[in-house]
């Protein structure tokens, strides 16, 4: 079969990597660098709604390829905080 594909912290995958991450448009890419640099710091998938091509369906294949890691010694991951429901 084919080799599957690890979650990886969205705030932490080099740009290279990403960029490199298979099943997204080089867009969609672009503009998830660009949403990171402009925020330093992606607090919530959610987020990502606001970069250009990122429809309902991106978004929800994103949740399945990212996570964020909570920032300090909690172990909570935020995934989604409920804005694709917005999005409908």
């Given at each position: 079969?084919?080799?599957?594909?690890?979650?990886?912290?969205?705030?932490?995958?080099?740009?290279w990597q990403l960029l490199l991450y298979p099943g997204l448009s080089s867009d969609?890419?672009?503009?998830?660098?660009?949403?990171?640099?402009?925020?330093?710091?992606?607090?919530?998938?959610?987020?990502?709604?606001h970069v250009p091509g990122i429809g309902i369906?991106?978004?929800?294949?994103?949740?399945?390829?990212?996570?964020?890691?909570?920032?300090?010694?909690?172990?909570?991951?935020?995934?989604?905080?409920?804005?694709?429901?917005?999005?409908?």
């Amino acid at each position: 079969g084919s080799p599957s594909i690890l979650r990886i912290d969205i705030n932490e995958v080099s740009d290279w990597q990403l960029l490199l991450y298979p099943g997204l448009s080089s867009d969609v890419k672009e503009g998830i660098l660009a949403l990171r640099n402009e925020l330093g710091r992606i607090r919530s998938l959610d987020e990502l709604a606001h970069v250009p091509g990122i429809g309902i369906s991106t978004l929800k294949k994103l949740y399945t390829l990212f996570y964020i890691r909570p920032l300090g010694s909690g172990t909570k991951f935020h995934y989604a905080t409920g804005r694709i429901e917005e999005l409908q």
